[in-house]
C-alpha cells in the first residue's frame, strides 16, 4: 500500500483547526472527502502540526496510505479538483520513503507569524494578520525574543489547556523582522512546539515593542513558569505553518516528551 506524502496550503480562518472535530469542519476532514471522492477509500490522513482554528498553513504536510499506485501529479490534481472552493490546496504529492511518517518523522517546525503595523485596519488581509495600530520597536522585540531562545520549561508560555505532559521544548530560532509593506514578522523553528506557545510569545513581544516590556521583562516571565506571567495571547488571524523539515540524519535519543506530545497545536 503506498504512502503519499502531501504539501498543503491552506486558508485556516473557515476551520475549527487541523484536526477532524464534531464540532465543525476541520482541514484534515476536508482532504479525507477529496480522497475518499477520488479514490472510493476513507482513509485518515496524518498531519504534521495540528493548527488551531483560525490558523493558517503554506507548508503543512500530511501523510495518506492509498490502496492503489497512482501517479503522484493525479493525486495532487484529482484532489485539488475536489478541493475547490475550500481554501485548501495540495501545492504537491510525493511519494514517501519507508517508514515516512508526517507527524513522527518530522526534525523541525517552521511558524510565522505577521503582524500589520499600521493606523489604519486592514482591508484585503483581514483574517489573515494580527493588526495592531501603535507603532512597534522592532529592534526591541527581536533583543527581547533572544531570551526564549534555547532549551527551556515554557509553562509561562503556553495554555492552560495544553495536554503535553512536559513543558520543556528546545526553541532553535525566535527572530523578529521587519516585514513587506507595514509588517512585523515573527519567525520560529523547533522541533515540536506548546499548544499557544507561538500565540503567546507575540502577544509577549507585542508589549516589548509598545516600549510597555522590555527584554528583562520577558526573562522574568519566562523563568516565572507561571501561566499568569504571560502577555496576551494573539489571535489565531496572524499565524502559519510554513514548513516542515525532513531528513536521514542519525537516529539520537528522544527527550523524556517525546512521542506522542512531540508536536501539540498552536
Request: charged content about 25%; some cysteine.
Amino acid at each position: 500500500m503506498p504512502r503519499y506524502k502531501l504539501t498543503v496550503e491552506y486558508d485556516g480562518a473557515p476551520y475549527v483547526g487541523w484536526q477532524r472535530q464534531e464540532n465543525g469542519a476541520s482541514v484534515q476532514g476536508e482532504i479525507e472527502r477529496a480522497i475518499e471522492a477520488f479514490t472510493g477509500e476513507a482513509v485518515t490522513i496524518f498531519g504534521a502540526g495540528r493548527t488551531d482554528a483560525g490558523v493558517h498553513a503554506t507548508g503543512q504536510v500530511a501523510h495518506a496510505d492509498l490502496a492503489r499506485d497512482w501517479p503522484t501529479d493525479t493525486v495532487r490534481d484529482a484532489l485539488n479538483a475536489h478541493l475547490r472552493e475550500t481554501g485548501i490546496a495540495v501545492l504537491d504529492a510525493a511519494l514517501a520513503e519507508d517508514g515516512f511518517d508526517a507527524r513522527f518523522s518530522a526534525r523541525k517546525r517552521h511558524y510565522l507569524y505577521r503582524i500589520l503595523n499600521r493606523r489604519p485596519p486592514p482591508a484585503i488581509l483581514a483574517g489573515q494578520v494580527w493588526w495592531v495600530w501603535k507603532p512597534l520597536d522592532v529592534a526591541a522585540m527581536h533583543e527581547a525574543a533572544q531570551r526564549l531562545v534555547g532549551t527551556h520549561d515554557f509553562d509561562t508560555f503556553r495554555s492552560t489547556k495544553c495536554q503535553a505532559k512536559n513543558p520543556v521544548r528546545t526553541l532553535e530560532r525566535l527572530d523578529v523582522t521587519k516585514g513587506p509593506g507595514d509588517e512585523v514578522h515573527i519567525h520560529a523553528s523547533a522541533q515540536s512546539f506548546l499548544h499557544n506557545q507561538i500565540r503567546s510569545f507575540a502577544g509577549t513581544l507585542k508589549l516589548v515593542g509598545e516600549n510597555r516590556w522590555n527584554a528583562e521583562d520577558v526573562a522574568a516571565a519566562l523563568d516565572a513558569r507561571d501561566r499568569t506571567r504571560c502577555g496576551p495571547v494573539a489571535p489565531p488571524d496572524g499565524l502559519y505553518l510554513t514548513g516542515v523539515d525532513y531528513g536521514t540524519a542519525p537516529k539520537r535519543t528522544l527527550p523524556p516528551y517525546a512521542g506522542r506530545d512531540r508536536a501539540d497545536s498552536v
